[in-house]
């Protein structure tokens, strides 16, 4: 081979490769685009997960006895929220909260969630403490005591259904959730149903049906529907587990300073959609 063919194939050799490395650069910098605008958009969509202030009142069942639900979210403090339910009637009450913020990222972040109830003179008092500082919960049942290990992203009862409104209203249809509930760490997963419009006191309602998906071995039951214009408030929910049954229907509610009324297209479908 000559010398000026040698000169020639290292040319193109030479081409070919400066070719090939601008390619590989042009197609990271359609890459990188790529992930910083999914990243943003992604930033974006978190920025603008917010609290939404809400009032409900519920007719209730708790294994059997007719009671009257209020269940409310409120700001207490400059980034502090406090969500509660409280349940009563002539024989007892139920009386369940929890506090909690939110992180740099918007992501719930309980404080101590508490569990009261008293029926016919007896009282059940339960308290988790979260110190996220020391990464431990505190756990109290009435006089017993004890800790485990905090990891983040763990929610209590409250803060988890929260969590799974705020989902839904970002159009995620499974969840997830690592939820301390009685000083134990579980996972509750959930799965959209179907969307219905349900009868309620308020009139029509378009919701989405969303089940709990319990392990194989387990007999429990968790249905809940929740109004797709009003921020995912719970409308209706079912739960048997354990020989307990509860239920809660709408009767009433303010989200975010406005009254909760019902659907009024004459011709909606059965999904909440219109003809």
Same mark, same amino acid.
């Given at each position: 081979?000559?010398?000026?063919?040698?000169?020639?194939?290292?040319?193109?050799?030479?081409?070919?490769?400066?070719?090939?490395?601008?390619?590989?650069?042009?197609?990271?910098?359609?890459?990188?685009?790529?992930?910083?605008?999914?990243?943003?958009?992604?930033?974006?969509?978190?920025?603008?997960?917010?609290?939404? +202030?809400?009032?409900?009142? %519920?007719?209730?069942?708790?294994? =059997?006895?007719?009671?009257?639900? $209020? &269940? *409310?979210? @409120?700001?207490?403090?400059?980034?502090?929220?406090?969500?509660?339910?409280?349940?009563?009637?002539?024989?007892?009450?139920?009386?369940?909260?929890?506090?909690?913020?939110?992180?740099?990222?918007?992501?719930?972040? +309980?404080?101590?969630?508490? %569990?009261?109830?008293?029926?016919? =003179?007896?009282?059940?008092?339960? $308290? &988790? *403490?979260? @110190?996220?500082?020391?990464?431990?919960?505190?756990?109290?049942?009435?006089?017993?005591?004890?800790?485990?290990?905090?990891?983040?992203?763990?929610?209590?009862?409250?803060?988890?259904?929260?969590?799974?409104?705020?989902?839904?209203?970002?159009?995620?249809?499974?969840?997830?959730?690592?939820?301390?509930?009685?000083?134990?760490?579980?996972?509750?997963?959930?799965?959209?149903?179907?969307?219905?419009?349900?009868?309620?006191?308020?009139?029509?309602?378009?919701?989405?049906?969303?089940?709990?998906?319990?392990?194989?071995?387990?007999?429990?039951?968790?249905?809940?529907?929740?109004?797709?214009?009003?921020?995912?408030?719970?409308?209706?929910?079912?739960?048997?587990?354990?020989?307990?049954?509860?239920?809660?229907?709408?009767?009433?509610?303010?989200?975010?300073?406005?009254?909760?009324?019902?659907?009024?297209?004459?011709?909606?479908?059965?999904?909440?959609?219109?003809?």
């Amino acid at each position: 081979m000559s010398v000026f063919t040698t000169i020639q194939l290292g040319l193109q050799s030479g081409r070919y490769l400066t070719g090939w490395l601008k390619r590989l650069s042009l197609l990271f910098l359609l890459s990188l685009q790529a992930i910083t605008a999914f990243s943003a958009a992604s930033v974006d969509n978190i920025s603008k997960a917010s609290i939404s +202030p809400y009032s409900a009142t %519920y007719s209730a069942k708790f294994s =059997g006895l007719e009671i009257e639900a $209020v &269940q *409310r979210l @409120d700001e207490v403090a400059p980034g502090i929220y406090r969500e509660s339910l409280n349940a009563k009637n002539f024989l007892g009450k139920i009386d369940e909260q929890s506090t909690f913020s939110l992180t740099d990222e918007q992501l719930l972040r +309980p404080k101590e969630y508490s %569990y009261v109830r008293s029926v016919f =003179g007896r009282t059940k008092t339960e $308290v &988790q *403490r979260f @110190d996220w500082q020391n990464g431990t919960l505190h756990y109290q049942k009435n006089d017993s005591h004890k800790e485990i290990t905090l990891e983040a992203g763990q929610l209590d009862m409250i803060t988890h259904r929260l969590q799974l409104r705020r989902d839904l209203s970002a159009g995620q249809t499974a969840f997830s959730y690592p939820v301390i509930s009685r000083g134990k760490l579980k996972q509750y997963a959930y799965r959209v149903v179907a969307n219905e419009v349900l009868e309620t006191a308020i009139g029509p309602l378009a919701t989405v049906k969303v089940e709990r998906i319990f392990e194989s071995d387990s007999s429990g039951q968790f249905t809940a529907w929740l109004a797709r214009d009003w921020d995912y408030l719970i409308v209706r929910l079912e739960q048997k587990k354990n020989g307990d049954s509860h239920q809660l229907k709408l009767r009433s509610a303010v989200v975010n300073n406005q009254t909760v009324l019902p659907l009024k297209n004459d011709r909606t479908k059965t999904d909440g959609s219109t003809e």
